[in-house]
């Protein structure tokens, strides 16, 4: 248990972006912040409170920079 929390935790984030690059990662984050997929997977809050949710091309990069900002600074920190 304390290899999971102490060392473990080290190598997720690593695993996680599977070897791309943060342009190649940030791409692939990308399609899942564009209103063309938030469409077809509603995610079940919206669907109750926000039916007309739209997510304009400025929120979705954003959404998206903000992502791969956070998960790269916890990659950056384990190098």
Same mark, same amino acid.
């Given at each position: 248990?304390?290899? !999971? !929390?102490?060392?473990?935790?080290?190598?997720?984030?690593?695993?996680?972006?599977?070897?791309?690059?943060?342009?190649?990662?940030?791409?692939?984050?990308?399609? !899942?912040?564009?209103?063309?997929?938030?469409?077809?997977?509603?995610?079940?809050?919206?669907?109750?409170?926000?039916?007309?949710?739209?997510?304009?091309?400025?929120?979705?990069?954003?959404?998206?920079?903000?992502?791969?900002?956070?998960?790269?600074?916890?990659?950056?920190?384990?190098?």
């Amino acid at each position: 248990m304390l290899d !999971y !929390y102490e060392v473990g935790y080290k190598n997720r984030f690593t695993s996680f972006i599977d070897g791309r690059s943060k342009d190649s990662f940030s791409k692939l984050v990308h399609k !899942y912040t564009k209103d063309k997929y938030m469409r077809v997977k509603r995610w079940p809050l919206f669907k109750k409170y926000i039916p007309n949710l739209s997510v304009t091309d400025i929120q979705s990069e954003a959404a998206r920079d903000a992502f791969t900002d956070f998960i790269w600074d916890l990659v950056d920190t384990e190098r």
